[in-house]
């Protein structure tokens, strides 16, 4: 499991909720484990993203339309969620209703793996052998729709 792609996955999903969600809005994660998998929804209550452009948001340079979209990012920020979670043999799908928000699905495989003490694979754990690290998020690469 590589924790900067997963990381830049889940920076990159929550930015776009936010930049799309307008004030008063929601942004929502869930995060399960069901047969073997983790399923990380985020869902927002943005516009939502028409069905005629559904097809077309995990390709490389695309942005669904000039009214949804604002001035920062550069059009390939799905493609490259889409392409880390498959390097990670996992699957992301768009649920989405225009004027309702939209909702983005992963499922990875779970896979577990021996740490080592404190310091190995990036991992601090606490006595009982708790995960004490928190993940690092770089929040001036989150947009608010305030600005």
Request: hydrophobic share 35%; aromatic share 6%.
């Amino acid at each position: 499991v590589d924790i900067d792609k997963i990381e830049r996955i889940m920076l990159n999903l929550l930015s776009n909720a936010i930049k799309f969600t307008t004030t008063g809005g929601k942004v929502t994660v869930n995060v399960y484990k069901r047969n073997g998998n983790v399923y990380i929804s985020v869902k927002d209550t943005g516009p939502g993203i028409p069905k005629s452009m559904q097809p077309l948001i995990f390709e490389r340079f695309h942005q669904v339309n000039s009214s949804l979209t604002r001035s920062e990012g550069t059009g390939i920020g799905l493609s490259i969620v889409k392409c880390f979670v498959e390097i990670h043999n996992g699957s992301i799908t768009l649920n989405s209703q225009e004027g309702e928000g939209s909702e983005f699905l992963l499922e990875l495989p779970v896979r577990l793996c021996e740490c080592g003490p404190d310091g190995e694979n990036g991992i601090k754990t606490d006595r009982q052998g708790k995960i004490i690290d928190s993940i690092s998020i770089e929040f001036s690469d989150i947009y608010s729709t305030a600005s």
